[in-house]
C-alpha cells in the first residue's frame, strides 16, 4: 500500500517473534529529510553496516495505535559497483524486513548502511544477531550508554575533552 509522499510501507507477518504481540509495520524512507533526522541520532557498529536509529519526537504510542517504523537503506560507492551495492541493501532489507518489526521500536527512524565487503560477505545468521544486538544497544538509555567524550569537543560542563582547562 502506498500513501502519496509518505513511502512505501510494508506489512510484516501476523505475530511477533515470542507471539505475544504483532509486530510493528515498517515504512521505507525516501526523503532526504528523513536520512537527516535518523543521522541526528544513535549510531551503533555492527560487523556489516553501520546502525543509526532517532527516538521519536512526539513519545512513540499514539493513541490510534502504534506508529510505523520507519527505516532506510544506503550504500555508498566505496560499496563497490551497482551491482554490488543493490545486493547489499538486498540484504539490509531482507534483514530489516525480519528483525525490525519484532525488535524495533515504534515511531523510531533507523537506517542501515553497507560496509564495504563484509555487509555481502558475512553470513545472515550473522548479521540478523548482528542487528538485534545493535538495536538493543541503540534503545538504551543515554544514562546506560558509555559516551566517550571526543578530543576537542565541549563537554557538557563546558570544559575541554582533552583532559585539562585552557
Given at each position: 500500500m502506498q500513501e502519496a509522499g509518505k513511502g512505501r510501507t510494508?506489512?510484516?507477518?501476523?505475530?511477533?517473534?515470542?507471539?505475544?504481540?504483532?509486530?510493528?509495520?515498517?515504512?521505507?524512507?525516501?526523503?532526504?529529510?528523513?536520512f537527516l533526522r535518523a543521522a541526528r541520532g544513535r549510531r551503533v557498529h555492527g560487523s556489516g553496516f553501520l546502525?543509526?536509529?532517532?527516538?521519536?519526537?512526539?513519545?512513540?504510542?499514539?493513541?490510534?495505535?502504534?506508529v510505523p517504523i520507519d527505516v532506510g537503506f544506503t550504500a555508498s560507492k566505496r560499496v563497490g559497483?551497482?551491482?554490488?551495492?543493490?545486493?547489499?541493501?538486498?540484504?539490509?532489507?531482507a534483514l530489516a524486513r525480519e528483525v525490525l518489526p519484532v525488535h524495533g521500536r515504534s515511531g523510531w527512524a533507523y537506517v542501515l548502511i553497507a560496509k564495504a565487503g563484509s555487509t555481502e560477505s558475512l553470513p545472515f545468521l550473522a548479521?540478523?544477531?548482528d542487528l538485534v544486538r545493535a538495536l538493543r544497544k541503540a534503545h538504551r538509555s543515554p544514562e546506560?550508554?558509555?559516551?566517550?567524550?571526543?578530543?576537542?569537543?565541549?563537554s557538557k560542563s563546558g570544559k575541554e575533552g582533552r583532559g585539562e582547562d585552557r
Open positions: 510494508v506489512t510484516p507477518p501476523a505475530a511477533g517473534a515470542d507471539g505475544n504481540h504483532a509486530p510493528l509495520p515498517l515504512r521505507v524512507m525516501r526523503k532526504r529529510a528523513e546502525l543509526q536509529a532517532h527516538p521519536p519526537e512526539g513519545g512513540g504510542e499514539e493513541a490510534a495505535g502504534p559497483n551497482a551491482v554490488r551495492r543493490n545486493r547489499a541493501k538486498r540484504r539490509l532489507r548479521l540478523r544477531k546506560r550508554q558509555r559516551w566517550r567524550q571526543r578530543p576537542g569537543r565541549r
